[in-house]
């Protein structure tokens, strides 16, 4: 049960459709959670301050969407109430669904809990809305009760996202510790996820294969952060034992990684970057196709990676002389040759090298990119599409 003891709201007027909204210093409400209305009509801003007054929230108000933006801009929301009517985005009364959209398209403000208010009866509007990215969606006039258990539960499950979320931050933090201590490696995770999402994109796997092949690109090696700088960095030749410490960065990697739940599908990943096709690997020593398949596509992307990338030991390879050696690999039977195929016809593509990094860009529209480099990205993502229905085929 949420405490009431304190009446939160604080006096914030609604801005003039020409001023910049500012949200009121978060210090101010330390421990309260932030709750954004945006609704054109005052009274109904008003109605929905007068149900929630005594609930500890600090609450913010837009009377249009641009203002909604600028204060997620501003201030960390934990909740936002909207209108379905939005004549500013759209005149179908729909515009709260494109507004949705636009919240859930950003990566700052996608996991803000959106509830959609609507004086329009229909389930068309209650599907359109939740397919839009709205998380719930209730029917005016409102049930004061009703409303308040439901601003409470989606702020619960908002606490526990948030939760979740930072324990994510602790262990990406960790793997690019695991990185940093590498100063050669540069952005070599970066590279990996951009790499191993586009390969996963060429072969039509789901966004949820894609994702996890994202985050394995950051966190296939964060065992090392438990092996030893004399052996991690040893120059010169590994002994038996020392190897055996070094390949144990990926047990030590699932360990770190099993604890939390949302990474279970990074964990093959994690264990099995270093199988081979033939079966004489580690850890597990699998073979072909009892490799996992995200692991089999992590591994070529690393490889091509740390093949054309410069190290003190070596120049970098050019892209033909990457392709060329892994094609050997797969040949001597290390690594799966239909994988191969696929990768090497994919890094062939122009200019595909250049913009790897920026193709998974959640949005090329808010990129550095020039309009020529954002229309061969584009390009590239269609041949990419393309090349995933024909492997599909
Ligand atoms: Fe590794």
């Known amino acids: 049960m949420e405490s009431l003891k304190t009446t939160t709201i604080p006096q914030l007027e609604a801005p003039a459709a020409t001023a910049r909204p500012t949200a009121p210093p978060a210090s101010a409400a330390v421990g309260l959670a932030t709750i954004l209305l945006v609704d054109s009509v005052d009274i109904n801003r008003q109605l929905i301050k007068g149900i929630l007054k005594f609930g500890p929230y600090r609450i913010l108000e837009a009377r249009q969407p641009n203002e909604a933006f600028q204060l997620l801009e501003q201030a960390d929301v934990d909740l936002i109430i909207a209108d379905l009517v939005m004549p500013e985005i759209s005149n179908d009364m729909q515009g709260g669904l494109e507004f949705c959209r636009r919240v859930k398209a950003n990566r700052r403000t996608r996991l803000v809990p959106i509830l959609i208010l609507t004086s329009v009866q229909g389930n068309n509007n209650v599907i359109a809305s939740l397919e839009s990215g709205a998380d719930e969606f209730l029917i005016k006039p409102l049930q004061p009760a009703v409303f308040r258990t439901r601003i409470r539960t989606m702020l619960r499950s908002k606490r526990t996202l948030d939760s979740l979320e930072e324990a994510e931050t602790i262990i990406f933090a960790m793997a690019e510790t695991v990185e940093q201590r590498d100063k050669e490696t540069g952005h070599h995770c970066q590279r990996l996820a951009a790499l191993s999402v586009a390969l996963g994109t060429a072969l039509g796997l789901p966004e949820d294969d894609l994702l996890a092949l994202y985050r394995g ?22 002994n038996e034992e020392e190897w055996l410490v070094m390949r144990s960065h990926t047990l030590k990697g699932e360990a770190i990684c099993r604890r939390m739940r949302s990474l279970a599908p990074v964990l093959p ?86 913009h790897s990094a920026a193709l998974f860009a959640p949005d090329p ?25 024909e492997v599909l085929k």
């Open 217 to 238: 690109g950051y966190l296939h090696d964060i065992g090392k952060i438990a092996i030893p700088d004399s052996i991690l960095f040893k120059r010169g030749v590994l």
């Open 269 to 354: 990943i994690i264990r099995n970057h270093h199988e081979k096709w033939d079966g004489s690997g580690y850890p597990d020593g699998l073979a072909g196709e009892q490799i996992p398949l995200l692991a089999r596509i992590l591994q070529l992307a690393d490889i091509y990676d740390a093949l054309t990338s410069r190290r003190s030991y070596k120049s970098a390879f050019s892209a033909d002389e990457a392709v060329a050696m892994l094609q050997k690999e797969a040949a001597m039977n290390w690594r799966d040759p239909e994988l191969v195929s696929v990768f090497v016809e994919m890094v062939r593509q122009p200019n595909f090298v250049a």
């Open 365 to 389: 529209a808010h990129s550095d990119l020039s309009s020529r480099e954002a229309a061969e990205l584009q390009t590239m993502r269609e041949s990419l599409a393309r090349m995933s229905r």
